[in-house]
C-alpha cells in the first residue's frame, strides 16, 4: 500500500529533498525545562564497558563495521566517554511536543497503601505514541535522514518501539519496515494498526520474507517469536539495502544515551519539589533503554557525588536475564549477525513465555546496564506476571492511569517495597507508557 508521506512513484531524489526539509528546524519555541543535552554514564564509570565484538573475529568492533547498519553519529555516541552530547535542536523540538514529562506524587496511591512514604511516578506515557521510546526514535531517525538514509527496519515486541519509530518516520520523511514478534503481533493488533496509521509497515516474526525467518520456521513451524528472532529479520534486510539503516529499541549505549532525558527531567523536578535525592528508584527492564534513562543520571550522581540513591531494575520472572542468566558474550539475535555483546543473558535462542509484557521478552540485557549491575551499582528483582498485573490494578484504581504491562513490573517494585518503607522516604518508579492499547491482557487479568 503507497502511503502518503511515502508515495510509491517518488524518486531518490525527491525523497532527499522531502527529508532535508523535514530535517531543519522550524524555529518553534522549546521549554527551557527540555535538556539541551544528553547524558552519557560511560563517563563516569569507575570501569570502561566491555567493548562490542566482530562476529567473526570476535575482536573489538571498529566503527566501519558498524557503518552498513548505523548513522555515523549514532555509532560515535555508542563509543563515546563525553559525558554529554548536544540534542540537534531539530529533534528538541520534537521533543517539546511531549516534553518535559510530568513527575507526579502518586498520594492516592500512598493513601492506598497506608503508607508514609513519598511515592513519585515519572509519566512517559503521554507521549504520542504512548511510551519513552520516541526520546530514542526520533533521534535515530534524525541522525540517519541527515545522512541520506531513506528507509529504516527495526523489531518490536509489543509494539511501543514499532509504534513509536513509525512515528519518527512520520515526522522526519523515513520509510520504515518493522518486524513484530509473533506473539504480540497476534495479541496486540492496535499496536500494528499504530505503525500503519504512521505509516510503517508491520510483518509478523519470523517471517517468510527472510532466510533468518525461513529458518527459525522450518525449526518450529508454531514458534511464538523472540525479540531476538525479530533482530536477525530487520538487520538481514537493513545489511541487504544500501538506503536502509537498522534501528535498535533498546539494549545499546547510544540509545540509552538518548532515553536520559527521563533521568535529566526528573531529578530538575525532584529538586523544584524539595526532594531532589531520592532514596530508591524502579524501573522496569527488558533490553533496558527505560531504567537506563531515568537511572543513569542518577547513577553519575552517585558516583561524582557520593550521593546513595538505590537503583532498582524490576524484570520478569518469565524473562530474568539479570537475576538469572550468566554474564558473558552472546549475539544479540538468534541468527548471529549481529556483534557479540557483553551482557547478562539467558542464551540467544531462549524463547521466553507469551507474556503480555511483550517489551520484556528479550533473552539479554544491554550492556551498560548489564556492566553497572555487575560493578554493584544497581540491583535486579523478578517479577511474576499476576504480581505485576495486580500492581498495575491497583495504580490505575488509585491514580487513573493503567500503565504498560512492562511499566507494571516497576509499579510492583515500588508498591513492595513502600508497604515497608521508612516515614518520609523517597520512592520514584518509571512509568514508561501507558496501557490503553493493552487492554485485552488487563481483561484476562481482572
Known sequence: MAEPNHPAHETR??????????????????????????????ADLPEPVPPHLHPGTNQPLQPED????????????????????????????IYAQWRPSPLVRALRLER?????????????????????????????????????????????????WGASLSLAGALLGLEVEVWQVRASYDAKPYRRAQMEVYGGTCHPSPSTLTEAGRAMLAKDPN?????????????????????????????????????????EEAMQQLTEL????????????GGGSNLAGLTFPFMGRNLREGTTTRLVA???????????????????????????????TLGRDFVPPAIHAGGLRYHGMSPI?????HLGLMDAIAVAQNDAFAAGVLFARAEGIIPAPE????????????????DGEVIVLGLSGNGVLDLPAYEQYV
Request: charged share 15%; hydrophobic share 40%.
Open 314 to 344: 524490576c524484570e520478569p520472572a518469565a524473562c530474568p536475564s539479570l537475576t538469572q542468566g550468566e554474564y558473558r558474550y552472546d549475539f544479540g539475535d538468534v541468527a548471529g549477525l549481529t556483534p557479540l555483546l557483553k551482557m547478562y
Open 369 to 373: 546496564v548489564s556492566h553497572a549491575v
Open 274 to 285: 524539595g526532594e531532589s535525592v531520592p532514596d530508591v528508584i524502579f524501573g522496569c527492564a
Open 407 to 422: 511499566s507494571t513490573h516497576a509499579v510492583a517494585g515500588a508498591i513492595a517495597h513502600a508497604r515497608q518503607a521508612a
Open 66 to 93: 558498524l557503518e552498513p547498519l548505523f548513522a555515523k553519529a549514532l555509532i560515535e555516541q555508542e563509543v563515546s566517554t563525553e559525558r554529554y552530547i548536544e540534542i540537534p535542536q531539530t529533534v528538541r523540538e
Open 112 to 160: 492506598a497503601l497506608g503508607t508514609k512514604a513519598h511515592i513519585y511516578y515519572k509519566y512517559e506515557g503521554g507521549s504520542p505514541a504512548g511510551s519513552h521510546k520516541p526520546n530514542t526514535a526520533v533521534a535515530q531517525a534524525y541522525y540517519n535522514a541527515i545522512e541520506g538514509v531513506t528507509k529504516l527496519t527495526t523489531e518490536t515486541g509489543a509494539g511501543q
Open 223 to 263: 514458534t511464538t517469536g523472540s525479540l531476538g528472532m525479530a533482530i536477525s529479520e530487520a538487520v538481514e534486510v537493513a545489511a541487504g539495502d544500501p538506503h536502509a539503516h537498522y534501528a535498535l529499541g533498546s539494549v545499546l549505549n547510544h540509545v540509552m544515551l538518548h532515553q536520559s532525558v527521563i533521568g
Open 13 to 42: 531524489e525527491h525523497a532527499l529533498q522531502r527529508i532535508h526539509e523535514l530535517t531543519q528546524p522550524t524555529g518553534a519555541a522549546v521549554p527551557s525545562q527540555v535538556p539541551t543535552h544528553w547524558y552519557n554514564v560511560a
